[in-house]
């Protein structure tokens, strides 16, 4: 459910949003986890004996030109209340329309996700006081969502583990409280403002059954959800700015057992890295627990990456009690068929159609399609990169090997770099066309990187082109004979391994820029 559930305690409450907002500030890199290839769990809980089992709700707000019940437009980063009218304020005797435009996106979630969708949908209230609220209820949906009974499958390597989908709804963001003092702490602020820019905002959220059986898999489903996202074009999902964060219920179990555990929720995990921490604390936690006999109690915790551990936000009640009711100024609404179906047919390629194309096509293997297809920014620079150059094996060789490991190293996504598309095709084709060699290729690409120059500037200005030309390595090759008379005596003599000590000698001479395969044929030829 949303994160502003405890209506009976604004306190705590407000001290779990300071919290939020501290937490928010923390992590600059977590939506660049994704370039983490290891599917390595590096956890060290007793998992012979224990398994945790968990299920996640994740918020997104899409990215409509307006809110989900009014014509004000969506902002982020603008001056206080500039974007609100008297629905998305809440004032008595406005009414609310619904943005169609937002159905659709959330149509589009729900289908991507293999859900049905339910032709009757129905808005209801979800009453609760809250000082960013004003209208003491949010816009939500209750038994009746846009879509149910879904699944994602989540590639995590050496398997795939299917995580079914309870429900794909939607309902509006609150506004934003804004904590006045020294420190922007709740309890240190003389007092507090709210800025209603962000009330209204349509939120899709995603919740998934516990089918989640590690922390790994938690972070894994995240960003196989976030790919989709992207893909379908539906919302920015900058986690930074919280576009994309996600509740985590998680219990542990013993394996032999059929019993489930008491759980617990970790509340607003907005980073890979923190959901997969959070949740790895958590385990560890609830197992200990179990271990020494103890009892783990039903709470709402937080999690904190300074002292990567969980803490105790409340003690949850056993439900809550928001009485939901139908909104009485929002008919119930029917999508039709043909809508549901005109949707899917526009639905783009998703990451496992993209990965079999690159596999069924391009030729690529199973583990190269997986890295590309399913990072959805790293997919659409490589298919831009084969329109200049059509090489798909050496262009996702480079983007795997030399790009990802800078990337990792600067902690920026792909599309940050200074290196363009059309800029690595042109490097991958000198190599191609034997015009600088791999080795020099590196050198070259490292100078792209660090400067955004393309390849045939810098290879110009330092003269790094290849020396094809054969009089040119005629009278370099010569040179090196005659400077190395044994070697020459032994490959005479049979050993063939001399010639590789030679061919080195060239390159090392012509600092790299020598054609490799030229030398070659020029040495056996002088040397027979
Ligand atoms: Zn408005």
Redesign the pocket.
């Known amino acids: 459910m949303s994160e502003y559930e405890d209506k009976n305690n604004i306190k705590n409450n407000i001290n779990n949003k300071e919290k939020q907002n501290s937490q928010n500030n923390l992590d600059n890199t977590g939506n660049l986890d994704n370039f983490d290839d290891s599917y390595k769990d590096d956890n060290n809980y007793d998992y012979e004996s224990y398994e945790p089992i968990i299920g996640l709700e994740t918020h997104v707000e899409l990215s409509t030109k307006t809110?989900m019940?009014?014509?004000?437009k969506l902002s982020f980063g603008e001056s206080p209340n500039t974007?609100?009218?008297?629905?998305?304020?809440g004032h008595p005797g406005s009414l609310p329309v619904v943005n169609k435009k937002a159905i659709e996106s959330a149509i589009k979630i729900a289908l991507a996700l293999n859900c049905t969708i339910n032709n009757r949908t129905v808005f209801h209230r979800k009453n609760y006081f809250y000082p960013d609220m004003p209208k003491n209820y949010q816009i939500s949906q209750y038994d009746l969502p846009i879509g149910v009974n879904g699944y994602v499958d989540v590639n995590m390597g050496s398997y795939t583990r299917r995580v079914g989908i309870t429900r794909v709804h939607i309902e509006e963001d609150t506004g934003k409280l804004i904590h006045i003092g020294a420190t922007g702490r709740i309890s240190e602020a003389n007092y507090s403002i709210v800025d209603f820019n962000r009330?209204?905002t349509p939120l899709v959220e995603i919740v998934t059954m516990p089918d989640i059986k590690s922390p790994l898999e938690a972070k894994q489903y995240m960003i196989t959800l976030r790919n989709i996202l992207l893909m379908l074009n539906v919302s920015d999902c900058n986690m930074e700015e919280g576009s994309i964060r996600s509740d985590a219920n998680v219990s542990v179990k013993l394996k032999k057992s059929d019993k489930l555990g008491t759980r617990t929720e970790i509340k607003n995990l907005n980073s890979f890295k923190f959901l997969q921490k959070g949740l790895e604390y958590e385990v560890e936690r609830q197992i200990n627990i179990l271990k020494s006999n103890g009892k783990v109690i039903q709470q709402t915790r937080h999690y904190d990456d300074k002292t990567q551990t969980t803490k105790v936000l409340r003690e949850k009640e056993e439900a809550h009690d928001y009485r939901y009711f139908p909104d009485p100024d929002l008919v119930p609404m029917l999508i039709s068929s043909d809508w549901i179906s005109e949707i899917k047919n526009s639905l783009p390629e998703m990451p496992y159609e993209k990965e079999n194309r690159y596999k069924n096509t391009l030729g690529l293997s199973d583990y190269d399609s997986s890295f590309l297809a399913n990072d959805y920014e790293v997919s659409c620079y490589f298919e831009e990169t084969l329109k200049y150059h059509n090489n798909a094996k050496a262009i996702c060789n480079w983007i795997m090997g030399d790009f990802t490991s800078f990337l990792n190293k600067d902690l920026i996504s792909i599309n940050q770099s200074k290196i363009s598309p059309q800029n690595l095709a042109s490097l991958v084709k000198m190599i191609d066309d034997q015009e600088i060699s791999i080795k020099i290729a590196k050198q070259v690409f490292e100078e792209m990187y660090l400067t955004g120059k393309t390849a045939q500037e810098i290879i110009s200005e330092k003269n790094l082109k290849q020396i094809s030309n054969t009089d040119e390595l005629n009278a370099i090759i010569d040179e090196i004979i005659s400077k190395n008379s044994e070697v020459v005596l032994q490959y005479k003599s049979g050993k063939t391994k001399a010639l590789g000590f030679l061919v080195g000698k060239v390159m090392a001479k012509t600092q790299g820029k020598a054609n490799p395969k030229i030398v070659n044929d020029i040495l056996i030829k002088k040397l027979s």
């Open positions: 809110k019940f009014c014509g004000c974007n609100t009218c008297p629905v998305c304020l009330a209204g």
